[in-house]
């Protein structure tokens, strides 16, 4: 039903699509030649500790509501989360779940202790 649906939004509709999802949804795509022939698939990168994975965690830093500033946006820091998590989903539910921890110690900021 649901690869109907995207028919029917690109045909009858004319609203074009973009796709996001794992490979799952990648295969279900695949699985009906009209769509595979409208979707080109693209592989993001995996995250390295660089300058742009430090301004994806000041970004998550910046959204916790912790009363003290938490210094996540490093280089070793970048490299000591990615060793843990890989994806942006991961890498937030590790984040959040680090904020109640220092929530909970009373630190009020994430640390490795936290971590």
């Not at 912790?66 to 991961?90: F, K, N, Q, V």
Request: charged content about 25%.
């Amino acid at each position: 039903e649901f690869l109907n649906l995207l028919r029917f939004l690109g045909n009858e509709l004319r609203i074009p699509l973009v796709g996001v999802g794992t490979r799952d949804a990648y295969l279900a795509i695949r699985s009906d030649d009209q769509l595979e022939n409208r979707f080109e698939p693209m592989m993001l990168p995996v995250w390295e500790a660089n300058d742009d994975c430090c301004s994806l965690l000041a970004s998550f830093a910046a959204s916790l509501p912790l009363r003290r500033p938490s210094s996540i946006a490093t280089l070793d820091m970048a490299r000591y989360l990615l060793t843990r998590r890989g994806t942006i989903g991961e890498l937030a539910h590790l984040l959040m779940a680090a904020a109640v921890a220092a929530v909970e110690s009373g630190e009020e900021a994430i640390n490795h202790r936290t971590l």
